[in-house]
C-alpha cells in the first residue's frame, strides 16, 4: 500500500502542473474519485489489525483534506499560478460584469435640453408651485370665473379657490409680482387637467413657460427667438410658421408650428396632411395682465409663450403615444 504522505507529495504536484480545469478535474478523480488512489488506500484500512485502524484512517483523512485543499486553492487562484477556469464556477479571467448605469428619463432630458436653449439666449429659470391658487391660474392672467376658457382647464381643485395648476402661466404673475422689469425667465414644470387620457393627452403633464418683459419688447423679438429655439431642438432645416390664435393673457396671440420633418411640408399622417406641426402656444403680454401685477404698460412690454414638454419630446423622438411616458417601460426608457 502506498504511504499516504507520497500520495500528498504526487498529488502536490499534479495539481500545480494541472493547466486546465479539465485536468485539474482528472487529478481529482485520480486521487479523490470513487475508484481513487486514496480511495482505494481508504479501502486497504480495513485490512489492518484494528489496533492499527484508527491512526491510519486519521492520516488517510488529513491526506485526503490536504489534496481537497490544494484543489480548491488552485481553482480559486489563490496559490502562484494562474487561475484556471472552472465550469459552473467563478472564472477569474473574464471581465467584471458591466454595472447598470440609469439614465435620465426623457422627459426630463428635453427639458434640459430646451432650458439650456433659452438659458444661452440669457433666460433665467425659475419655478412655481404645482397647487396654485385661482387667482393666479386664472383671475390674473386676465380669465375672470365667467371666462369660456376656463372650460377646458376645468381641473382638480382640492378646496374651494386652491387647484392643481392647470397650465405654468401662474409663475408670470407670480415672478411679476415679486420683480420689475426686465423679466427674462423660463419655467419648466408639472400641471394637470382633468383630461381623459388617449395618445395626446394625460392627467398629468408638463410644460415651459416663456416670459419677457422690458422696454420696446416687440411680436419680432418673439419671432426672432422661437425661431432659434426650434432651430435648434429640431434642427436648422426645419421651417416655422405663425398662426394668429388667441388666449386670454396675451394680445395679440399666436400658435407656432414647425415643418412637418417626417414628409418635408407636403402633408402626410404624421401631420394630419397639413405639412406643419403645431408646437406652442404665444403672444404680446395683454395689458390687463400688467395691471393684476402693477407694471406700467405704457413703459414697459414684453411676450410670453408655453409648451407642452410631452408634445416636444414627440416630436422630436417620433413618439405616437404620450402615455408611453408614463409607464415606466424600461425597454422603451432605456432607448434616450
Ligand atoms: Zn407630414
Known sequence: MSRPEDLLEEARKEISQASSSESLESVRVKYLGRKGLLTGVLRDVGKLPPGDRPRAGAELNRV????QALLDERKTGNDSGAAIPVPGGVDLTLPGRGRFFGQRHPLSQITAEIVSIFYSMGFGVVEGCEVEEEYYNFEALNTPDWHPSRDEHDSFYLAPGILLRTHTSPVQIRIMEKTKPPVRIVAPGRCFRRDAPDA?????FHQIEGLYVDRDVSFANLKGTLAEF???????????????????????????DVSCANCGGKGCRTCSGKGWLEILGCGMVHPNVFKYVDIDC???????????????????????????FYENDIEFLSQF
Open 200 to 204: 395626446s393627452h394625460f392627467t398629468n
Open 64 to 67: 485526503k483534506i490536504a489534496i
Open 298 to 324: 405704457e413703459i414697459y412690454n414684453g411676450y410670453a409663450f408655453g409648451m407642452g414638454i410631452e408634445r416636444i419630446a414627440m416630436l422630436k423622438y417620433g413618439v405616437n403615444d404620450i402615455r408611453l
Open 230 to 256: 426650434a432651430r435648434r431642438v429640431f434642427g436648422p432645416e426645419r421651417e416655422i410658421r405663425f398662426r394668429p390664435h388667441y388666449f386670454p393673457f396675451t394680445e395679440p396671440s399666436a400658435e407656432m
